[in-house]
């Protein structure tokens, strides 16, 4: 059975891949712009690793092209998805340094191109949202967890600003009270155009600190970088680990759910003009 191909979208902190072998850059054009990834190995298996924001972290997170990563995934015929996303906690019970394996969004996001289902030729898409992270790649990353003994916060829902500011206290009471567990900037519309694109998808969150109003002190950038920085070791071990749970077979919905997005043919919304 061919194994599927791979992804790694890289946040915050995160811009390469220490256990990725043999690797190389590409560029992929597409439609909606180019995505710079690299292509290499880990544990044996194809892996695309893709920096969210750019080499030096340089766009922010209203800016990013998600439209134009995800659908390079797709060209590349990436079938799973592994993203991770600094994010602050809701919940004193989730302390920062732990890792959410998030099971739901809430979407507060505003101005950001948010789908690639514009309506062009009559065609309207729906997409289901019901179980927006796949579950068996969930499930894959909790084992991962196990197997390299590090604990996971097994689920969680995470709150999507526009940013680039950080948040209020108040909008932070007000997000834990709708449910949110952990706020961060760029999930969405990322897992959303990964389920258009019938991807399976799902993200790790790495909390780095107390959100506003929680946190003893004021938020800097500087603050989320360090605490990436600690972990980081572990979380590239945890994410080989991953690479290496990933089922050969997608037994999932993802495929069946996804809006049938494709980027190469013609009349599709993302297709060759
Ligand atoms: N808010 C939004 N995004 C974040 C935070 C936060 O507190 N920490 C890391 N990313």
């Known amino acids: 059975m061919t194994q599927p191909r791979i992804a790694i979208i890289g946040g915050?902190?995160?811009?390469?891949?220490?256990?990725?072998?043999?690797?190389?850059?590409?560029?992929?054009?597409?439609?909606f712009g180019t995505a710079l990834l690299q292509h290499g190995f880990i544990k044996g298996?194809?892996?695309?690793?893709?920096?969210?924001?750019?080499?030096?972290?340089?766009?922010?997170?209203?800016?990013?092209?998600?439209?134009?990563?995800?659908?390079?995934?797709r060209q590349l015929e990436v079938s799973a998805v592994i993203a991770t996303a600094?994010?602050?906690?809701?919940r004193r019970a989730i302390a920062p340094g732990s890792r959410v394996?998030?099971?739901?969004?809430?979407?507060?996001?505003?101005?950001r191109p948010s789908t690639f289902f514009e309506g062009k030729g009559g065609r309207?898409?729906?997409t289901d949202m019901t179980d927006p992270y796949c579950p068996d790649l969930r499930a894959a990353i909790v084992r991962a967890g196990?197997?390299?003994?590090?604990?996971?916060?097994?689920?969680?829902?995470?709150?999507?600003?526009?940013g680039p500011r950080f948040e209020t206290p108040a909008e932070i009471k007000m997000f834990a009270s709708w449910g949110g567990d952990v706020v961060g900037m760029t999930n969405v519309p990322e897992v959303v155009l990964a389920r258009e694109a019938s991807l399976c998808y799902a993200a790790i969150a790495l909390v780095t600190n107390y959100a506003a109003g929680i946190a003893p002190a004021f938020l800097?950038?500087?603050?989320?970088?360090?605490?990436?920085?600690?972990?980081?070791?572990?979380?590239?071990?945890?994410?080989?680990?991953?690479?290496?749970?990933?089922?050969?077979?997608?037994?999932?919905?993802?495929?069946?759910?996804?809006g049938g997005f494709r980027p190469r043919e013609e009349g599709e919304p993302g297709g060759t003009p």
């Open 146 to 162: 196990k197997s390299v003994g590090q604990e996971l916060v097994e689920r969680g829902c995470y709150l999507c600003t526009e």
């Open 45 to 73: 298996r194809e892996v695309y690793f893709l920096t969210r924001h750019g080499p030096g972290h340089a766009v922010p997170p209203h800016l990013v092209n998600y439209r134009a990563n995800i659908a390079a995934l």
């Open 124 to 126: 309207v898409v729906h």
């Open 220 to 258: 800097t950038h500087t603050e989320v970088l360090e605490e990436m920085a600690r972990g980081k070791a572990s979380l590239d071990m945890l994410l080989a680990a991953c690479v290496e749970a990933i089922a050969a077979e997608r037994t999932c919905r993802c495929r069946k759910t996804g």
């Open 12 to 31: 915050t902190g995160v811009y390469n891949q220490s256990h990725l072998e043999g690797a190389e850059e590409l560029l992929v054009d597409t439609r």
């Open 86 to 90: 600094a994010v602050g906690s809701l």
């Open 101 to 111: 394996v998030i099971d739901q969004f809430i979407d507060f996001t505003r101005g």
